[in-house]
């Protein structure tokens, strides 16, 4: 059983009117905490108190907006910071409802909110706790989400709560005992330390495993962080041609944060900047590594307002690495990061690599794969022959032998038909 770092048991009210709170049970908050391994948040322009509302209550998404921000951990509490300018820079057409609920209970039991938001000379500070740790030690029946807010008028320097006063009271005593401030001072400077607006997330009683390791691992790389299990430690015991696999970017994005923000964007703005651990994400173009490289226009309409670019080549290390597939991405954000659509337990194929944006398919609601349609259909038979075609134009380049076209006979020379038989097309 996944379970997060003890914490002492302590009774508490209901302190939120019961037509704030959810009927939906707080063990739900777990059970459906799979679709992500990271956080995300939202355009750097912060929330509003509605909008923090929304973010934060269950059966409600707003995801057209997201930014990744900078991340570090304090011992048991993982951060995740977003502070960049109101510029909307990633734009998803499709929904996942409760992500940003599931993606912080995938990682740990307890999150807490910090948002800043300003307009026409307005502006709001907002905070959020949700907490599996309070609701289950509490023995709540519902999911309850408490919530303070500020509003400070820039011109006149007025600064007023926006909750009354008995919900506000009662809000901030279960942040204060549940959350890793122990006073208001220190929640207000959470909100200073992000700017003038921006939103800032702190994920704390992180999960353990079945054998008490923490699932994630900040001690193997400190300028990463990894999921514990799938690092491969013992590298000097393995062979030459086996580190050259285990280093490659392909099976380390599987358990580096770092490697897989590298690659998660096809682009990013100037002014954009991901932080890990302190040191900055350099962005990664997985078409970069490909040699002998080739353009291919590929059409799912009729029109040429839908093509898009596939870039196809060998993976540089290619034939000593083990690595072949397509990096699809969909409006910038990469969701099948080398998808094999052919078999290679053959030669035929072995180290071909594609990159290519597909906006015309729409994301599963994890962001993992595609919705399966009649256009994601085309597409994985269209790049099936891609990889052929690429390969065996192209394989003898790499030391394989090229593929010799079956020899056909002419009709003319083929022996006299037997009587009843006719000769077949050729």
């Known amino acids: 059983m996944r379970k997060s770092w003890e914490t002492s048991p302590t009774k508490w009210r209901e302190l939120l009117p019961r037509e704030k709170q959810l009927s939906q049970c707080p063990s739900s908050v777990r059970s459906n905490a799979t679709s992500h391994k990271w956080a995300f948040g939202d355009d750097g322009g912060g929330m509003d108190p509605e909008a923090m509302r929304r973010c934060m209550s269950f059966g409600f998404s707003d995801k057209s907006k997201l930014a990744i921000g900078q991340c570090m951990d304090y011992g048991n509490i993982f951060v995740v910071i977003l502070l960049f300018s109101s510029l909307f820079i990633f734009q998803f057409g499709h929904t996942d409802e409760n992500g940003f609920k599931n993606s912080t209970m995938r990682l740990g039991a307890d999150v807490i909110v910090f948002s800043r938001h300003l307009n026409n000379g307005i502006l709001t500070q907002s905070i959020g706790l949700l907490s599996y740790t309070y609701m289950m030690q509490t023995q709540l029946d519902r999911i309850v989400v408490p919530m303070v807010h500020y509003q400070i008028n820039t011109s006149s320097v007025s600064f007023e709560i926006l909750n009354d006063q008995e919900h506000f009271i009662s809000n901030l005593s279960i942040m204060l005992h549940w959350s890793p401030f122990t006073s208001e001072i220190e929640l207000l400077k959470q909100l200073d330390e992000i700017g003038c607006h921006g939103t800032k997330i702190i994920i704390y009683n992180l999960w353990f495993n079945d054998d008490s390791n923490m699932e994630l691992d900040f001690d193997f790389d400190t300028e990463d962080i990894c999921i514990a299990g799938d690092i491969k430690r013992e590298v000097d015991a393995l062979s030459s041609w086996e580190t050259l696999n285990e280093q490659h970017t392909a099976n380390r994005l599987r358990y580096s944060l770092r490697v897989y923000l590298s690659i998660l964007y096809l682009r990013l703005p100037e002014s954009f900047t991901i932080i890990l651990r302190g040191q900055v994400v350099d962005l990664h173009n997985i078409a970069d590594d490909l040699q002998y490289p080739e353009f291919i226009l590929y059409k799912p309409h009729s029109s040429d307002e839908s093509a898009v670019v596939t ?49 015309f398919i729409q994301p599963t609601h994890n962001k993992q794969d595609f919705e399966r349609t009649s256009l994601f259909a085309k597409l994985e038979h269209r790049l099936k022959e891609m990889t052929w075609e690429y390969w065996d134009c192209h394989c003898q380049l790499l030391g394989y032998q090229k593929k010799r076209p079956k020899s056909q006979v002419p009709i003319d020379t083929l022996p006299p038909k037997p009587p009843g038989f006719e000769i077949p097309w050729h």
């Open 311 to 359: 870039t196809i080549g060998f993976v540089k290390e290619a034939p000593e690495v083990n690595v072949h597939g397509f990096n699809i991405y969909h409006k910038n954000r990469l969701i099948l990061p080398y998808w094999q659509v052919v078999s290679y337990l053959r030669s035929r194929g072995r180290g071909v690599v594609g990159v290519l944006k597909a906006d």
